[in-house]
């Protein structure tokens, strides 16, 4: 799950860190900017209750996904202080597992 302040940033990490096992194609379900409008939004947050998830990477805007999908095993924030400049300052990664 990445969570950025804007869906520009959540899309470039989403297809960032899929670029990071190039040349190996992820066959893993993927969306760079996904919305709680989206008609899969309550097929995975079922999933994600019955700890289901199959492998997947959303990129998100709204911090309710945490709220809805607390379990999910992977958490990336990206937090930008300057919302006039593009830089990311701040880069959070939960592990859920441990």
Do not use: W
Not at 50 to 71: A, E, H, Q, S
């Amino acid at each position: 799950l990445i969570i950025a302040s804007s869906a520009q940033e959540c899309s470039h990490a989403v297809l960032g860190i899929m670029s990071l096992i190039s040349p190996i194609t992820y066959h893993g379900d993927f969306r760079p900017y996904f919305t709680i409008y989206d008609d899969d939004f309550k097929h995975f947050c079922n999933l994600h209750d019955r700890d289901m998830l199959p492998p997947l990477i959303l990129g998100v805007t709204n911090p309710f996904f945490l709220k809805v999908m607390p379990k999910f095993p992977h958490i990336m924030i990206i937090s930008n202080q300057n919302s006039t400049t593009t830089t990311v300052t701040k880069v959070i990664i939960e592990d859920k597992d441990n």
